[in-house]
C-alpha cells in the first residue's frame, strides 16, 4: 500500500492552475484542500456522487483537466456510474480511486475481500486502467495519463489513516467553498463569461 498524501502531494505537482478536481468527502478532500488550496476544487461530496459529477464537469468543460478524487466507500455506492464514463469517454477525465479498504471507522468495504474496482472499470468498458502499489507505480501511471489526455482510471491502495493537516472547514464545504470553484471557473478563458469579459 501506498500513503494517500504522498500520492496527492505529487499530483499537486503535476497540474496547472485550470484543473478542475472534485473530491469525495472524508480524507480526500481534507488532504487535498491542504495540498492546492488554489484553484477550481469541488470538495467533500456525498459518498457515490464524487465521479458521476466530476463526468458532468468534464463535459461542460472539455478543455479542462478534470480529476476526480474518488474513494472505494463512494464509488462501490453508485458502481454504474462505470457504465457511463465509459460509454461517453470523455478524454479529459481522470479518475483517482483512493482505496483504504474500509468506511472510515464503521468497517471494511468490499474491496478488502472480493471486490477489484479496476476490474469494474475494465468490465464496464473503460481501457485506460490501473492500481498503484507505490509512488513509482503513481507516477508511471498516472503522470502519463494526465499529459496524453486520454480517460483514466486508476486505483490507488492507500494506506488506512489520515495526514494530520490543518484546514479552514469553510474551504472544504458549505457556501463559502462553492462561490470559491464558481469563482476559480470564471478565471478561466475558455469560460463564456471570461470570453465575453475579454472582449469588452
Known amino acids: 500500500m501506498v500513503s494517500?498524501?504522498?500520492?496527492?502531494?505529487?499530483?499537486?505537482?503535476w497540474l496547472d492552475e485550470h484543473a478542475i478536481t472534485v473530491t469525495a468527502r472524508g480524507p480526500n478532500a481534507r488532504e487535498w484542500a491542504y495540498l492546492r488550496p488554489g484553484g477550481a476544487n469541488f470538495h467533500s461530496l456525498n459518498l457515490g456522487m464524487c465521479l458521476s459529477f466530476a463526468l458532468g464537469l468534464s463535459l461542460a468543460y472539455p478543455r479542462r483537466q478534470v480529476i476526480a478524487l474518488d474513494s472505494d466507500g463512494s464509488l462501490l455506492l453508485d458502481t454504474s456510474t462505470l457504465v457511463t464514463v465509459a460509454a461517453v469517454r470523455p478524454?479529459?477525465?481522470l479518475a483517482l480511486v483512493?482505496?483504504?479498504?474500509?468506511?472510515?471507522?464503521?468497517g471494511p468495504t468490499a474491496t478488502a475481500s472480493h471486490a477489484d474496482l479496476e476490474s469494474m472499470a475494465r468490465g464496464a468498458g473503460i481501457q485506460r486502467t490501473g492500481t498503484v502499489r507505490s509512488e513509482d507505480d503513481f507516477t508511471r501511471l498516472v503522470q502519463p495519463a494526465l499529459r496524453e489526455k486520454e480517460l483514466g482510471f486508476f486505483v490507488v491502495k492507500a494506506e488506512p489513516g489520515k495526514a494530520r493537516v490543518e484546514v479552514d472547514s469553510r474551504r472544504l464545504h458549505g457556501r463559502a467553498m462553492k462561490e470559491a470553484f464558481v469563482e476559480a471557473l470564471l478565471r478561466h478563458p475558455d469560460h463564456p463569461k471570461s470570453q465575453t469579459r475579454r472582449d469588452v
Do not use: T, V
Open 4 to 13: 494517500r498524501f504522498d500520492c496527492l502531494k505529487l499530483l499537486a505537482g
Open 98 to 106: 483512493m482505496d483504504n479498504q474500509s468506511y472510515a471507522d464503521m
Open 91 to 93: 478524454a479529459n477525465l
